[in-house]
């Protein structure tokens, strides 16, 4: 069965700690994706990157930096904690869709990382 | 890409129907109709998605009105593992970015 695997379901840091969550595909996936979630604002896009060592910025990337040094792996880093980063943050993947109208862009999921700052 | 709105909650009974409207007017011509469902504590799973014609798989139905401005999911036999919230998401494909735009969905309670 094709993953997405998030290395650590719960954390509990401290405010100022450098913070790694990391994420690996098993599926070959070109696009990776880190998001955030928090009660009553859904999900957020943090950052994603479409190809090693390529990343974009989200929606949310302040105070996060992340890392794609292989295809299958995807870093996201809190260089210094704070309580406001206390989340579910949730990696996905997908394929890279190469002919507009080819066919759907379908993310598959991890299971999350509960991280919380004290 | 095109807003969408559900409604924040709906309850059904364990065996019924269970369907989930989403509006979507704003719809263009290249993009496709998402259904994501999120148990607690989860990550999001993809049920289904659809551009133009109605689709069917293991999971769900997805319904689409001839002018694409809304959908319906509809899990045929709702049991009480389908207690979720369910997002219906509208994305084109482009070469810039593939991310998909959660909003906050429909929370659906399935009820013995």
């Known amino acids: 069965d094709v993953k997405v695997t998030q290395s650590s379901r719960y954390l509990v840091k401290r405010t100022g700690e450098k913070v790694f969550l990391e994420c690996v595909q098993d599926m070959d996936h070109e696009n990776m994706f880190w998001y955030r979630q928090d009660p009553g604002l859904g999900l957020r896009l943090i950052y994603f990157s479409y190809d090693v060592k390529m990343k974009e910025k989200g929606d949310i990337p302040e105070g996060y930096s992340v890392s794609r040094e292989k295809k299958e792996r995807f870093s996201l880093i809190l260089e210094s904690a704070s309580t406001n980063q206390t989340s579910m943050y949730l990696c996905a993947s997908s394929f890279v869709i190469r002919d507009i109208g080819s066919g759907a862009n379908v993310l598959t999921f991890g299971a999350g990382s509960r991280l919380t700052v004290l | 890409d095109a807003k969408t709105t559900q409604p924040p909650s709906m309850d059904c009974a364990e065996g019924r129907a269970a369907n989930l409207p989403c509006n979507h007017s704003?719809?263009?011509?290249?993009?496709?109709v998402y259904w994501y469902r999120q148990i607690h504590s989860q990550g999001p799973q993809y049920i289904i998605h659809?551009?133009?014609n109605n689709e069917t798989n293991e999971m769900a139905s997805l319904i689409i009105t001839e002018d694409r401005k809304s959908s319906t999911l509809i899990l045929p036999h709702a049991t009480l593992r389908d207690t979720a919230v369910y997002y219906c998401i509208v994305r084109g494909n482009s070469n810039s970015g593939y991310a998909l735009n959660f909003g906050k969905g429909t929370s659906l309670l399935v009820t013995p």
């Open positions: 704003t719809i263009s011509g290249n993009e496709y």
């Open positions: 659809g551009l133009k």
